[in-house]
């Protein structure tokens, strides 16, 4: 019998890596747990949905609501409160009123910072040297962009934020400038263009300025290797894909859910 339950919120979910990991680490350590896909139209079915679920002890939050959430949180953690986005809720239950607290916590940040510490080493890039804090560029401006943006700040780097339209804190992919991509040692795709099914999709970036050495890293995992990825690997930059970002932040997740 199942005597806890786990999920993934979010708008529409098809393929979830967060399902197949966690149920197959319940069947194989013989944990008494499930997890499962609960799509929501609207992030304010929420508090309805915990309630249909008196077993539900946490919940991973994906496209579109890591920022929407928060407003119904009762508490964030240090990491989630500087990140501004959430991507993990522990759900405490108080058995003697049915009353429960919700706390955010954000995994993404380390899931991502781990994945990039290993390319950066791999493409022979010294991060303890790194006091020139080189800028990267960041494609995306969802909650999915905010944790990266935290992570490349404590990396050293100099985060730009690149969206579909200009505002104070972000440029337009057609503002980049030559000179801007050439000199820019990281892009980061924070998009959820070119996933399964959609693959033949990528940000509208000026790929034709990339240059031999530069590292971009898609967010996305599937599929294995993204148009994105393509594309920037055609100038010979250092490619890859979000898949072990997602694992390094879903073992985030069951600490804490479990702490």
Known sequence: MVTVEY???GKTLGHSFSA?????KFMKEGISARYDLYP???VDLLPTLIKDHPQLKGLNVTI???VEVMKFLDDLSEEARGIGAVNVIKITRDSADGGYHLKGYNSDAYGFSE???EVLNRSGFNISDNKDKPVALILGTGG???AVVWSMRNLCFEPQLVGRTHRDDCLSYSELTPDMVYDSKVIVNCTPLGTSPDINRAAPFP???LHEGQICFDLVYNPEETLFMKLCKAHGCIVNNGLEMLRLQAIGAWKIWNE
């Open 64 to 66: 579109p609501y890591k």
């Open 7 to 9: 999920g993934l919120i």
């Open 115 to 117: 994945s990039m510490k």
């Open 40 to 42: 929501l139209p609207d």
């Open 144 to 146: 999915a962009s905010k």
């Open 20 to 24: 197949k990991y966690f149920n197959e």
């Open 207 to 209: 790929y034709e300025y």
